[in-house]
């Protein structure tokens, strides 16, 4: 029973939590923990302070799970921690989750509509609009539940932009703070929703007490929409507003890089890269990481190493770009579009330059994170273009992992450009040609310059670890002592 639940006195709240299931035709569920800076940080907070996981079921080994244990998940498949998970009827967490958060605000955000056709706000919008409503408000009715009186609850990303100012109304007396994973949208692109939603979205994030950032940039963002849509009521003191650069983990980071299974892939790959040439020297190589999301520009920047070996012959037979692009939100056929584009420009450039002894593009889209993580050892140059980006934390775990030290081409747009920028080879994502060029100064660059920026460069990324990054944010929000701030 609720009533007999001990009321916690942290709380974390997301759309996704720290451990999935999936459910055996025999009805056997298997339960599969995730890692990230929320698992660190809670795991840090210590066992002695009494803290709760809120989030949602995504499918049906999720919402099984939830039938089983009435919703408060066996702490045997949690890690220890614990978690409770809500059933929220899936057609409304579909509309929530695909209608809204995905298809529009990730959209906004990320400035990725095709403005002559889209986006149309209109009746369909308007019914996935009250389920986005109504999955927020399942998450500020479970906090309030389990929330212990002035307790902490940190609610996370835009899946969640309203649920701040449903709790403040259900619970005055919680510390409330809303962290932002997302670029924010400039004013402008932001005004594209309808007016109401506008003013609803920012008056639900104000309901916290702190309203968090990745970055200095998309703060500034956040408070030019708030002044361009609320008006007067839109100005919002310094003091509510955080900005946190989550950082890499680099213990965990070099731990799990060597692992055996790493060392195993790291062989494999080698030997794709090398293609069988002995002890010719070694090839170079440019590493990408990214899931196949629209904002990750993975397409221009196989144009633009395709230009590379257009421009410059001399690194044909004597580079591979190792591309991974792993398969995301395959339920939306623009997404799948996507995939097909990247696998296809990949098989051009293959087409086009390939010979016997050498593939210019080793594509990988089956998600593999130890064969990730092998490439991003071998890595000479890291190649991080996305359109737009809340961090990017691939750009901040190559320099740490890479064995010989890599050289970075980063997009302006990428919210770690914001810390990386002065050891980074800058560029516009939209410019291929430009990229190309940089690509090219990536491989020229003397290996003393590489080596000496590659360590500024990890320190820079680890500088503010997941387990601190979540800290910090806890212990601001416990010290706030005063309503109106």
């Not at 990230?36 to 949602?56: E, K, M, N, Q, R």
């Amino acid at each position: 029973m609720v009533s007999e639940r001990k009321p916690a006195e942290v709380l974390v709240a997301s759309n996704r939590g720290p451990v999935s299931y999936t459910r055996a035709a025999d009805g056997t569920l298997t339960a599969k923990r995730g890692g990230g800076g929320l698992v660190s940080g809670l795991s840090a907070i210590g066992p002695d302070t009494d803290a709760v996981w809120v989030c949602a079921a995504l499918g049906d080994g999720d919402r099984a799970a939830v039938r089983r244990t009435g919703g408060d998940l066996d702490p045997d498949d949690t890690g220890g921690q614990r978690v409770r998970m809500l059933d929220i009827p899936a057609e409304v967490h579909a509309a929530a989750y695909n209608g809204i958060a995905n298809s529009v605000l990730w959209f906004v955000h990320h400035m990725l509509y095709q403005t002559p056709l889209e986006p149309a706000f209109d009746t369909d919008f308007r019914t996935q609009w009250a389920a986005y409503e109504a999955y927020n408000a399942a998450f500020a009715d479970a906090l309030a539940e389990a929330a212990a009186p002035g307790a902490a609850v940190l609610i996370q990303d835009y899946h969640l932009a309203l649920a701040p100012g449903m709790l403040r109304a259900l619970r005055p007396d919680l510390r409330i703070a809303h962290f932002s994973h997302t670029p924010w949208a400039p004013a402008e692109y932001f005004a594209m929703l309808p007016d109401d939603i506008q003013r609803q979205l920012l008056r639900g994030m104000l309901g916290a007490d702190r309203t968090n950032f990745l970055t200095h940039r998309w703060a500034r963002a956040f408070r030019s929409c708030c002044r361009a849509a609320l008006g007067p009521d839109g100005e919002i003191a310094e003091a509510r507003i955080g900005v946190y650069g989550l950082g890499a983990d680099a213990g965990f980071l070099h731990e799990r890089a060597h692992r055996p299974d790493v060392g195993e892939r790291l062989v494999a790959l080698r030997a794709q890269v090398d293609g069988g040439r002995g002890a010719a020297p070694a090839r170079r190589t440019i590493v990408r990481v990214d899931r196949t999301e629209l904002s990750k520009n993975i397409v221009r920047g196989l144009h633009a190493y395709r230009r590379l070996l257009a421009d410059h012959p001399e690194w044909r037979e004597r580079v591979v770009h190792i591309a991974f692009a792993y398969p995301s939100r395959q339920d939306l056929a623009v997404y799948r579009d996507y995939t097909a584009e990247v696998q296809r420009v990949a098989e051009a450039v293959n087409a086009e330059y390939g010979t016997p002894g050498w593939q210019p593009v080793v594509l990988h889209v089956k998600d593999d994170f130890a064969r990730s993580l092998a490439a991003y050892r071998i890595a000479d140059v890291a190649l991080v273009n996305p359109i737009r980006d809340g961090m990017n934390l691939v750009a901040k775990e190559i320099p740490v992992v890479s064995d010989a030290g890599c050289a970075l081409v980063l997009s302006r747009e990428a919210g770690a450009h914001e810390e990386l920028g002065d050891d980074a080879l800058t560029v516009n994502p939209y410019d291929i040609n430009a990229t190309a060029d940089a690509l090219h100064a990536a491989l020229s660059m003397p290996d003393a310059e590489r080596a000496a920026r590659t360590g500024r460069l990890a320190a820079a990324a680890t500088a503010l670890p997941p387990a601190r990054w979540f800290l910090a944010q806890l212990e601001e929000l416990r010290a706030l002592d005063d309503r109106s701030c």
